[in-house]
Structures are given as C-alpha cells and as structure tokens.
C-alpha cells in the first residue's frame, strides 16, 4: 500500500468517526449552520482527496452525498430525518469501502447506483420519494460490508507477510501533549545535568565524573531527539503535491510545473499536519482556476507549461509560504459581480474598493466564481476555509494577483512551538533573545560624539532625539531597547553600543544594546495570557543557565516605534532599493601593490583579507600557489612578480562558487566609503581607471582582468572604455552577487548610471514602485523567473514596454538568441563580455534616440 | 446579616465544616489560600523582569522547566513595595493552564479551620481588600483574610 493510500485511510478513518457525531447533532439541531458546513467540508475532503487517488466508487458516493449535503448547506432542501437516514447510508457505505480498501489496498468490487440515485433523487428536491430509496440500498453495504470481515481473520496472517505488515509498525500517533511533556522533562534534565557538571568541575578526581560525562552525552542526544519529534521539514507536507498536480494535469488537460522551494524549512509538527489541507487545497486551486489551459497560454504568449512555485522560508519569526502561479490572475470583474450579485458588498462600497480589495472576497464564506462545478473545486468551500484552518493556527493570508501574470498566495504562520536560533543581547543589564533569523548584522557604535572610540566604529547621530545610524551610506532608523521597554537608565560608560541590524519585511531598522552575548537555540514558549497585549514580544524561552528570557519580536517593535509605516518607511525602502546605484558612496578597499602605487577594489569584491606566511606560497607548473582551505589557490601579483619580499604575503581572497583566487598585494592601508567616480580610463590592463578615493588619486582595479589571469575560463574581461555617455540609467538584473558587483562599477566606468538589483521579482517591484530607466540589462538564467519571463511581464504592458532590453547569457548560441528576441529582448550579449555590452548599450540607446 | 448575605453571592466557603487555607504574610497581615489552589511554594527565586508588563507583574521565573509569571502580591493588594533585600517566598497557583507565581512576604503553615470561625467581609472593609477576599477567620489574637486566588490572577480581564 502506498503512503498516500494510508495517510489518507488513517484521516478519512478520523473524519468518519466524526461524521457520525456531527450528522446524529444535525438531526437534533436542523438549522445548525456550523454543524452542517462542517460535515458538508468532511465530505467534501473526501471527494476531494479520493479523486485523486483513483478510487472512482468512494468518489461517486461521495459526490453524491456532497450534492445533498451541499443543497442542505444553502437551504433549498430541509433538514429531515429521511435525508439524515441517506446520508448515513452514504457514510456507511464509504466506510465499507475504505475498510475493504484498508485490508486490500484496493476498492471493492460492487454497485452503488441505487444509493446515488436515491441520494441524487433528493438532491433533485424529491424527497419524500427517496425515502424507500433509502432503506433499500441499506441492505447492500451491509452485505458488502460482511464479506470482508470474514477473509479477515484469514488474510490476517498470510497479510503481514505482505508489504502491508512494516508499514503500520513505522509510525505511531502520539498526543502533542506527551511530546510537550517529554520536552519539558528533557529541560529540566538538561538542567540537572549542568548543575551536575557544574560541581564535578570543582573537584578533582571525582569517581563520579566518567559517568557524568556519560550521562552528559545521552542527555545531549536525548534533547536532540526530543526536539526532532516535534520538527519535521515542511517538504513532508509537499510530497504528495507532485502526485496530485500531476492527476491534476491529466485531468484539466493543462501542463503544469510544480516548483518547491524551502522544503528543508522545519516547522513544528502541530503546524504542519494544520496547513496539509490548506495547502493541498491552494495548490488544487492554482492549478484548477489559476493557470490557464495550453491553448491560451500560447494566446498569451507564455509557455504552455504552467507553473505552480512553493516557497517556505522563515521571516521576522514567521514561516512564510508562498503558493503562486503563472496563470491569469484572479477575475476582478467576475469577484466584482459576484459580491454585489451575493449582496456582500454594495455597489458604491465596491466603487470605492482597490483591485486588491475586491480580490480579498475569495477569502468569504461561500464565494466561488467558478462557474461550473468541477470535481476538482468550485463549490464555494475554498478559500474560506483554508483562511479559517490558517487563522485557527494564529496565522494569516493574503494574496497578490496581477491580471495576465498570476496569483500568488502569501501564508504567514506563526512559530508557536518551533524552535529557533537566537541572539543573545544585553540592555540596562537585562537580556533578551532576538530571533537570529531577522537579525541581518551587528555593528559596534558609539554614543559619546567626543569619545573617539576604536577606529571603524560608527557614532549614532541624533535628529531631534531620534538616533540613527550611517551604515553604509545610508541612514538606519534606530531603536533604543532601553528607551523603547522603559529599562531606565541607558548603560553610557564608555559610550560604546552595539546594534542589531534587523530586517522587518521590506524595511530595516537598528535595534541599540548594551552587549551582545552569544546565540542560542532556543524553544518559543508563548508569554502568558496577561502579557499578550504587549506586543515587543514574540514569547519567552528558558536558557541553558536555567534563567527565563523574553524573546523580542522585531515585527512588534517596528510596529511599535512607526518603522514600517509613513514616510519613514517610504524612506528606508528606496534607501533599500538604490543601494547600488553607482553614484551612491561606495565602501572601497584600498592596499599599495606593484611598487607604491595606492590601488582601490570596491570591499563587496572581496571575499576575505588573508596574511599568508611567505613559505607557505609554492610554485607550481610555473604558476604560484598556495594551499588554502585545502584546495590550491592561484596567486596573481599585480606587479607580475612574486610580491613582496616581508615574511607575510598580505592577499586579497576573491571567490565565487568554489573558485578562489589570491592577489597578491604590498599592503593593506584601509577600507573608506566614497564615491566611486572613474574620472580617468585606465591606460594598462588590470584597472579600469583612476579615481579620487579618500582625497587621493587612486587606480581602481578592474577585478575581472585579474581573475581570468588566475581562471582561463572565469570569464574574459576586457577593461572598460570610460566614456561620455549623458548619464544614461541602466537597471541591471542578475541573481549573482558577484557580477552584480563587478558589473555596476563597470558600466560606471563607462559612464552608465546603474542600479543592480538580484531579481526579476524586485526589478518588477521597482517598475510598479514608477521607476524609469533607460536600458534593461538581464540574465537569462535566474532563479524564480527567468530572463525571458521576466521580458515578456516588460513587453506585455506597462511603462517599461518600450525600454530597450539587453539580455546575458552564459549560453551562447543562435537558438538562445532566437528565443530572446521572441521573448521581447532588444539585444543579446554573452555574459561577461563587458566591452560588447557598452557597445550594445550605446546602440540601443542611440537607436532609441533615433527613433 | 440577612441583608448581606443577599448583597453578596454566597462563596464556597459557607456550609463547609472545614477549611484548609495555607497562611501566608504580605505586610504583616496574614492572610490565606485554600490548599487545593496551591501547587508549589517556593522560597526566593531568580526572577526575570518583563518591561512594559504591567506593574502588578513581577516578572517570570523557571519552575522546572515551565515558565511561570510571577505577580506581586504587595502591588495586586496597592499596598507599599517590600523592603529591598527582604526574601520573597512564592505561592505557586494554575490558572486556565497557566502557572502563576504569587509573591508574598512568608509562608507559614497550613491550617484546618472550622466554619464557624468565619465571616464575611465587614461592608466597611477597603475596596481593593473587598475584592480579592472571601472572607475572614477569627483566629486567637489574629485576623485571617481568605484570598481568592483566581481573582487575583484574573489581571487580564482588567485589560
């Protein structure tokens, strides 16, 4: 039997047992609305699910039920005892079958014709009628029901020699309350241990201490363990997506891609088994009403290949998923009408509604634009309920839709029990734990404006009390932890701080501490029920010392202290976006190599500084070498010798992927923040120009010229020309940060003003955001949304349909070029010919200015 | 008293023959807790301050691996902060799953008492006191204030 097959007997078992309770309460209590929709869902999962598994007998009954149930749902049919009696026969009758399914993996052999002829008699509003309908079917699962309970006890034995036997010793169901016990009980063993540990340590020679180390150890993997039970990969809630999109697609006659991506993000189990059915039911719904069938996507000019993309990752404490769709995005007109049709909306209160608004009534009970009803869905349970299980799970949903492009779902689930990594900080002597996974990075600062500090730490400025930080040429909102939880007195001596770079969704902010300990992972145990109004907190945990700690939560605090909302937002996202827009300062390595001369590499290049004792460089087949994290690394001197001649070798390490290279310098003198102007083309090979950097002249290297001299094949750089060019405004999109780096300082030199951003997605977002530019430059092979998606969202519409669009590509070849200019690309360079995409540039400007 | 007794719903406490209180202290008036209601006294404890909580909130501390939030009783009474330095036991109550830890000053003994010693709350007594206490037990030379425990804990509903 396959997995599917008895994940889907344990909860069709469970939701029968149910239906029993829920159908007996509804006879008692006919106009219980909750009672019904609740049943009318069971049975309607089942339907669902069995579709897809390939069992046409349970799907019919239930169909059928679902009908009567469904008409019971809306009132046009009253609740009576005789249509109670129906369903129970139904239910009976799909209990007979999944019992014969659990014993031979298949459904049995029978007919259940007259049970959905009665049960679509009263659908059909007869009644009274199927009355006698009823009774007679009754008979017949009983007796199909009786036959399999005698092979039973016979089949009971030769079975477990069968594949049946190991599946059912794998797994057992356990109450989460055991588990949450079990954890408990590890804690406070771990505890014990280290206070165990703690007094072995004073004495010497202590018979006790092998044993102690012993039981230290299985102590450690019995934590482990335990928080294994309550983790699982979200990938185990996936894996039966790839089945049922691909029934999915036999079915609607669609081809449809399923993309997963996240699916080692861990999430607690409770959550997990409560976003299954959601989940399943986002993913049918994509793939049923989103993606559109071959015949109009090739229409629209997509692939025919729809695809469905997942996406998990944790964010500020949550776990987002992403459930989104090439398709056609939601019908606005159609919601529209069908919530003025419905009466949810008037039609004035509809006029004064943002498309986004209107798209959010899919979220109501019992609305379904579809028109007809699939097997599939459309029924009107849909994505009510999957914001109801979202909600009950104190999560949230939302969606975006663009007309033509797609809908993407976006879930956001708290972490309730998960267990995460944090850091440690210290404020007014008090500790907090901040979820590492919003923390981006930590930046010594100062307080004090006359106390100089150590070099390289930043001072907080005030504007009017408000303190920000200049970190890399922008201004970060700042936050003080003590000012904010009303500490008391802020720690001054000697005037140093820490701050917490967080990122909160699209905006940044810099949280001020005292210290910054260690991190820990720790697990979220929700505050009490008295603390839940104040909102800087996500939870509390209990350390490995024993202590109680809060969690902060940098979503609360930036709610708290206004980032995120007004101008100050607006502020910090386009602070965001240009970051890499060539006349912003740049943070600029400058070292003395090839004699004295003072040379500059912009620091994002650079992957590590190192200081290499001088007999540790080898010289091999002509080339020099040295071992570094057990590889060889290629060493370059810029001068062409073998460097210098000190006992070290000061080197700047380049990397990208697993290919490293050093470069031999004299010296290391400083990293400042300027400007990057190339005012003088380079006259030699190697830089691309001189610039003024901290007040004096200095050579730029051109790092692509040097890493082909390491790599034959890293790419072929040819220095860039600088150039008159008017301040032309080129975006540039491509997911290596590599080259994005290499690139914009590049085309700066050759007089481009360039914005580099790392996606499809985010150039889109600066597009909607009412950017300009005047040429688009984008990677083929991205991540996501390709270069030729990403060209045809341009060209469908909008302000971008005209801009001339550069595309690169590793790939070179006449079919690639073909299919970029069919996908709407202007031009079509190799990847990492710099000189041809100047040259490229300047034509397609100048043709654009032409015309 | 027939007017009082209708002034006020009867508590549990009528009708019992005995009562068991564990006593307690919270500036220097002593005061009780039905037995039942209590799960742990615990003597001074290592407690982790909780900013912007309000003020009745003393914080939270471990009981074995569960966290447990600390009130202090002196602040839910309005009565005058403890001294510093002075050791705080604490009364360890459940409360809609939840542990709470309610800081006092001592805890003495457990006491049986009859029914017969008790009576309501004089209609004078302070409006804070009125609320939070059931009653009260005549003991030899000292009054007894009986607390109820899940009024005390009841601050959310405060807001």
Redesign the interface.
């Known amino acids: 039997m396959d997995d599917l097959l008895s994940d889907f007997l344990t909860e069709t078992n469970e939701s029968l047992a149910t239906l029993d309770v829920a159908l007996v309460t509804l006879e008692r209590t006919p106009d219980d609305a909750e009672t019904l929709s609740g049943i009318f869902r069971l049975v309607h999962t089942i339907k669902g699910t069995c579709g897809f598994l390939g069992l046409p007998r349970l799907e019919h009954v239930a169909h059928a039920g679902e009908n009567v149930l469904g008409k019971l749902r809306d009132k046009t049919l009253a609740v009576t005892p005789a249509i109670v009696s129906l369903i129970l026969a139904a239910i009976d009758r799909i209990k007979a079958i999944v019992a014969a399914l659990a014993e031979t993996g298949a459904e049995p052999a029978g007919d259940d014709c007259e049970l959905i002829a009665a049960l679509n008699a009263a659908a059909a509003n007869e009644t009274p009628a199927a009355k006698p309908a009823a009774k007679a079917p009754e008979p017949a699962p009983l007796a199909e029901a009786a036959p399999p309970p005698e092979p039973k006890a016979a089949a009971a034995e030769p079975a477990p020699a069968a594949a049946t036997a190991p599946q059912t010793a794998q797994t057992i169901r356990v109450t989460v309350d055991v588990l949450e016990d079990l954890m ?2 590890v ?2 063993l771990v ?1 014990t241990r280290n206070q165990l540990l703690q007094l072995a340590r004073t004495q010497d020679n202590s018979p006790f201490s092998v044993p102690l180390q012993r039981l230290s150890h299985i102590t450690s993997d019995l934590q482990e363990g335990v928080m294994k039970t309550r983790m699982q990969p979200i990938g185990n809630a996936w894996n039966k997506l790839p089945r049922l999109v691909r029934d999915l697609s036999h079915e609607m006659g669609k081809k449809i891609e399923l993309v997963m991506l996240g699916a080692d993000t861990e999430l607690d189990r409770q959550v997990l088994e409560m976003i299954k059915d959601p989940l399943t039911h986002m993913v049918r719904n994509s793939g049923d009403h989103g993606l559109e069938s071959p015949a109009d996507r090739r229409a629209a000019g997509k692939p025919e290949t729809g695809t469905i993309t997942l996406n998990a990752f944790h964010e500020g404490g949550h776990i987002i998923l992403e459930i989104s769709d090439d398709g056609r995005g939601l019908p606005v007109d159609r919601i529209r009408a069908k919530a003025l049709a419905s009466g949810l909306a008037t039609e004035a209160e509809l006029a004064a509604m943002t498309g986004g608004q209107i798209e959010r009534f899919i979220f109501r009970a019992g609305f379904s634009t579809a028109t007809t009803v699939s097997a599939v869905s459309g029924r009107g349970v849909g994505m009510d309920v999957v914001k109801t299980n979202i909600e009950k799970i104190g999560g949230t949903i939302d969606l975006k839709s663009t007309s033509g492009q797609g809908t993407m779902f976006i879930v956001k689930i708290p972490l309730t029990l998960a267990i995460v990594s944090a850091l440690i900080v210290e404020a007014s002597k ?2 907090f734990a901040i979820p590492q996974i919003s923390v981006v990075e930590l930046v010594r600062a100062r307080r004090d404006p006359e106390n100089t500090g150590t070099a390289g730490e930043s001072l907080i400025e005030r504007i009017n009390d408000t303190p920000v930080l200049r970190l890399r040429n922008r201004l970060l909102p700042l936050v003080s932890l003590t000012e904010l ?3 008391g007195v802020e720690e001054t001596a000697g005037g140093a701080a820490h701050v917490v770079v967080a990122q909160v969704g699209q905006h940044m902010m810099g949280i001020i501490v005292d210290r910054v300990f260690d991190t820990e992972e720790i697990v979220v ?1 929700p505050v ?5 109004h ?1 909102t ?2 996500s939870g ?3 350390l490995g010392d ?5 969690i902060l939560d940098p979503n609360g605090i930036a709610r708290g202290t206004g980032v995120g909302a007004g101008s100050e937002s607006r502020l910090m996202q386009s602070a965001r976006i240009d970051t890499q827009t060539s006349a912003d300062q740049t943070a600029m390595l400058l070292f003395r190599a090839g004699g004295s001369q003072r040379m500059g590499v912009p620091l994002g290049l650079v992957a590590r500084l190192e200081d290499i004792p001088r007999d540790k460089i080898e010289f091999s087949g002509g080339a020099t070498v040295t071992q570094y994290r057990g590889k060889l690394m290629p060493l370059i001197a810029i001068d062409g010798g073998n460097g210098n001649d000190q006992p070290t070798q000061p080197l700047l390490v380049f990397a990208e992927g697993d290919r490293i290279m050093g470069l031999m310098v004299d010296e290391i003198i400083d990293v400042v923040d300027d400007k990057l102007d190339i005012e003088l083309a380079a006259s030699q090979p190697g830089l691309l120009g001189t610039a003024v950097i901290g007040g004096a002249a200095t050579d730029v290297l051109d790092t692509g010229y040097w890493l082909t001299r390491a790599w034959q094949d890293w790419f072929r750089g040819v220095p860039g020309k600088g150039a008159e060019a008017g301040q032309k405004h080129v975006l540039m999109v491509d997911d290596s940060d590599f080259f994005r780096q290499l690139m914009v300082p590049a085309l700066g030199a050759a007089g481009f003003r360039v914005t580099a951003v790392s996606s499809a997605a985010e150039a889109l977002r600066l597009r909607d955001a009412g950017k300009r530019f005047d040429a688009i430059v984008s990677d083929i092979e991205m991540p996501n949304m390709d270069g030729l998606h990403f060209a045809r969202t341009i060209r469908a519409g909008g302000p971008w349909a005209e801009v001339p669009l550069i595309a690169l590509t590793a790939h070179d070849g006449l079919e690639h070029a073909e299919a970029g200019r069919q996908a709407g690309f202007t031009d079509y360079v190799a990847k990492f010919e710099r000189e041809a995409l100047v040259a490229t540039l300047r034509n397609s400007l100048a043709e654009l200015a032409a015309a | 008293m027939t007017v009082d007794i209708l002034d006020r719903p009867d508590t549990d406490v009528s009708g019992d023959e005995q009562q068991v209180l564990v006593t307690l202290t919270v500036a220097d008036q002593l005061c009780g807790v039905p037995v039942l209601a209590v799960r742990d006294i615990l003597g001074e404890q ?1 407690i ?7 003020p009745e ?1 003393a ?4 009981l ?4 447990v ?1 600390a009130i202090d009783l002196r602040r839910r009474l309005h009565l005058p902060p403890a001294p510093p330095n002075q050791p705080r036991m604490s009364v360890v109550a459940e409360q ?1 799953g ?1 542990l ?1 830890a309610l800081l006092v000053d001592g805890v003495s003994e457990v006491l049986s008492l009859d029914a017969n010693q008790f009576e309501r709350n004089p209609p004078t007594l302070e409006k804070t006191w009125a609320t939070f206490s059931t009653g009260i037990f005549r003991l030899d030379g000292r009054l007894l204030v009986v607390l109820d425990v899940s009024k005390l804990l009841a ?2 509903d405060e807001g």
Do not use: D, H, W
Request: glycine share 8%; hydrophobic share 45%; proline share 6%.
């Open positions: 408990t009980l804690s406070e505890l008090e500790r939880l009303q500490l145990k009490a029920p008295i603390l839940r104040v800087m907190f509390n945990t209990i024993g202590s109680v700690i809060m | 290592a982790t301050r909780i900013p912007l909580a309000p909130i914080g939270s501390l471990n074995r691996g569960r966290i939030t809609g939840e709470y601050l959310a």
